[in-house]
Every structure is written in structure tokens, then in C-alpha cells.
């Protein structure tokens, strides 16, 4: 999952419903890259974009690094959510003994294992029935 520290920086991943992120992060003026875009672009949602920096407020340090992500997989909800994911492990094994901490309180270094129940046979949806007849 972690990768070492190379020209690229410190590489992890991240998962979140069926989205995969791989993060590479390195000392900078804090830009974030996602699949070649800035995040304004790619994470139009106001509310996608505080996912994506929930880690950096909580340890107030984004002027600190730049963030490159390739992402796949998934929506643009579960796709945010790895992004997250993964960045706070990358921060994690940048500072271990300063970042683990608050991170681990917060939840972020979990990884969210709910995913889409599938849908069964007889059933409109994985639970929803069919309308019942009395008569």
C-alpha cells in the first residue's frame, strides 16, 4: 500500500466504495492535482473539496506540500473519499509521530469498507419487495 520515498514523493492509496486513489506528496506551496486538473475543476462540489482537505485543516499544513492524485473507480463522492483516504496516510508517513495521533481520532486513516449492496432475485431492489395483494 505505502510506497518509499522516491522522486515523486511519498506514494499511498486509497479506497472508498469502489474508488481507488493514489496519492503522491512532496514538499511544496500546496497545490493539489487531480488526474492532471486542479481540484476546483475536477471536485466541482464545494462539499467534495472540503473532503478531499479535511486532513490538512485538522493538522493546518497545506502550504506544506504539493498533492499529486490519479484517481479511478467509482463516483465523484466515493473518488473524494479515497483521495482522503489516501492523503492521510501519505501525511501519516511523512510525520508519524506528530500526525498519527489526530488523524487516527478523526477516522481518517480507517478505510471505509461500506459498498453498494447488491440487488436479489425477486426483489425490485437489494431489499425493496414487491407491492403484496391480499386479494
Known amino acids: 500500500m505505502v510506497g518509499t520515498?522516491?522522486?515523486?514523493?511519498?506514494?499511498?492509496i486509497g479506497r472508498r466504495k469502489s474508488a481507488v486513489a493514489?496519492?503522491?506528496?512532496?514538499?511544496?506551496?500546496?497545490?493539489?492535482?487531480?488526474?492532471?486538473?486542479?481540484?476546483d475543476q475536477y471536485f466541482a462540489r464545494k462539499t467534495l473539496?472540503?473532503?478531499?482537505?479535511?486532513?490538512?485543516?485538522l493538522l493546518e499544513n497545506r502550504e506544506n506540500f504539493d498533492v499529486l492524485v490519479t484517481v479511478q473507480g467509482g463516483g465523484t463522492s466515493g473518488q473524494a473519499g479515497a483521495v482522503r483516504?489516501?492523503?492521510?496516510?501519505?501525511?501519516?508517513?511523512?510525520?508519524?509521530?506528530?500526525?498519527?495521533?489526530?488523524?487516527?481520532?478523526?477516522?481518517?486513516?480507517?478505510?471505509?469498507?461500506?459498498?453498494?449492496?447488491?440487488?436479489?432475485?425477486?426483489?425490485?431492489?437489494a431489499r425493496k419487495r414487491p407491492q403484496f395483494s391480499k386479494r
Open 49 to 57: 473539496q472540503m473532503v478531499v482537505n479535511q486532513p490538512f485543516e
Open 85 to 125: 483516504h489516501a492523503l492521510s496516510r501519505a501525511l501519516d508517513e511523512s510525520n508519524t509521530e506528530e500526525f498519527h495521533t489526530p488523524l487516527k481520532e478523526k477516522g481518517f486513516l480507517t478505510r471505509d469498507s461500506r459498498a453498494v449492496e447488491r440487488k436479489k432475485y425477486g426483489r425490485h431492489k
Open 22 to 39: 493514489r496519492v503522491y506528496l512532496r514538499e511544496g506551496k500546496g497545490q493539489i492535482t487531480v488526474n492532471s486538473k486542479p481540484m
Open 5 to 12: 520515498n522516491s522522486k515523486r514523493g511519498i506514494h499511498t
